[in-house]
């Protein structure tokens, strides 16, 4: 049986949704604020990410070591992350505990410290993190596609920031931060599982009531680029390949989008996975995937190959999203939309993905959207639909990006002009 979802707004702005699933024994508690790398500038890139961080080492009555063991002796989980759009604190542990989450993750959300030593202790840990990052060529990789996609603006940023900014950080420019982004047009709290609608909109009510309003933050659309960009990586035997398209962003119609995805590189069935792993044995790993934002939308492709194998993989890959422009198989649609369809309904029976999602649909679209509605729309998505999509995708310069071993600019660019030299036969 499915519950219905609450959703209260508080005087102040802030959005409380509840999740019931009083089957469950747990309850996960999060606190999204609507605020990531894609909202700073050069000077303050990475500031969102070096925050979360901060939140967790003080507030004005716990210190670090409190934090930990308050949520520790409860046995409950904590997580936090930043991405381009959005900042988490997050919480899961025993139901009849939500109140205890909440009122934590209320406490780090309003009222951490940012104590010096902490500041300084953990700008070390945020540079051994960049680091890491920097010797990983799946990150890399990472690095230079948004490079590629986006160019100069925020969204190119890596999230993790600049080493020279995690440097240079202060406490006051924390402050600064939080009092402009923390407030409540951009807040969502959301709790999932074993819990009680009215309980919990009137604790988020005593808990976040008095943060101030503020206003919504607005976010420019990102002009699509494409290009190359290769980085060489010494002592690594295999190269790590992305390949990116735009498409459609959260609010326009990205069903068609979402399930060519799917239809492409999801499963050892589908027609990547198929040609160039069972077939021809080109890669260890490959996958499709869409990458959707609420002012951008990307289609990519991730592979993990050799270099001996670079050619004939950017050839087969090539190769496949031309036919699907020109011809989507009924089986593979017919596999596309019930892979996604069980994806969804799996998701359903976790909170913390169910209250992820909420979070999500409240900042987009300003409601909490049903599974009913997702499930419908895919199946309405045709063969003719899908097939536009890969037509339009392969209409805008691709984005490649490679880092590891193998390739150089000119290779790739060769590939681009590939893929790109369908238009001169549509």
């Known amino acids: 049986m499915t519950h219905p979802v609450a959703v209260a707004t508080l005087p102040n702005g802030i959005r409380v949704v509840t999740l019931p699933m009083p089957h469950l024994g747990s309850a996960s508690v999060g606190v999204f604020v609507r605020t990531g790398s894609r909202d700073e500038s050069a000077r303050s890139s990475g500031i969102s990410h070096f925050l979360e961080h901060m939140a967790f080492k003080g507030t004005h009555t ?19 992350f930043t991405d381009k759009d959005s900042t988490a604190y997050l919480m899961s542990g025993l139901a ?6 909440l009122e934590m ?12 030593q902490e500041l300084e202790r953990e700008r070390g840990v945020i540079l051994q993190e960049y680091a890491e990052l920097a010797d990983d060529p799946l990150a890399i990789a990472d690095r230079l596609f948004d490079e590629v996609c986006w160019g100069e603006q925020p969204m190119g940023r890596p999230i993790i920031g600049s080493r020279r900014n995690i440097q240079r950080f202060t406490r006051e420019e924390l402050r600064e931060y939080v009092a402009s982004r923390y407030t409540g047009a951009n807040i969502v709290v959301a709790v999932a599982g074993r819990v009680k609608p009215e309980e919990i909109e009137a604790q988020a009510q005593a808990l976040f009531g008095t943060l101030p309003r503020g206003e919504p933050h607005p976010v420019a659309t990102p002009a699509y680029r494409g290009g190359i960009r290769v980085r060489r990586k010494a002592g690594f035997s295999q190269s790590q390949v992305l390949i990116g398209f735009p498409v459609e962003s959260l609010r326009e119609d990205h069903y068609p989008s979402l399930v060519a995805a799917s239809l492409f590189g999801e499963g050892m069935s589908s027609p990547l996975l198929d040609r160039i792993r069972e077939r021809r044995g080109l890669v260890y790993h490959a996958a499709s995937s869409v990458d959707l934002m609420d002012t951008s939308g990307l289609f990519v492709i991730d592979a993990l190959t050799t270099p001996e194998h670079l050619d004939e993989f950017f050839a087969e890959v090539t190769q496949l999203l031309l036919e699907q422009a020109e011809r989507i198989d009924a089986t593979d649609l017919e596999r596309a939309r019930n892979q996604l369809k069980v994806s969804m309904l799996l998701s359903q029976e976790s909170p913390m993905q169910r209250l992820e999602a909420a979070a999500e649909d409240l900042f987009v679209h300003g409601e909490v959207q049903s599974p009913e509605s997702f499930l419908d729309r895919v199946d309405a998505v045709s063969a003719a639909q899908v097939r536009e999509a890969f037509a339009r995708m392969l209409a805008a310069p691709p984005s490649i990006a490679l880092a590891g071993k193998g390739a150089d600019e000119r290779f790739l660019e060769s590939v681009g002009a590939r893929i790109l030299a369908h238009r001169a036969h549509r």
């Open 96 to 101: 009849e505990h939500a109140p205890r989450f």
């Open 105 to 116: 993750l209320a406490d780090i959300v309003q009222n951490s410290s940012f104590p010096e």
């Open 62 to 80: 716990r210190d670090c070591q409190r934090i930990n063991l308050d949520a520790e002796r409860l046995g409950a989980g904590v997580n936090a």
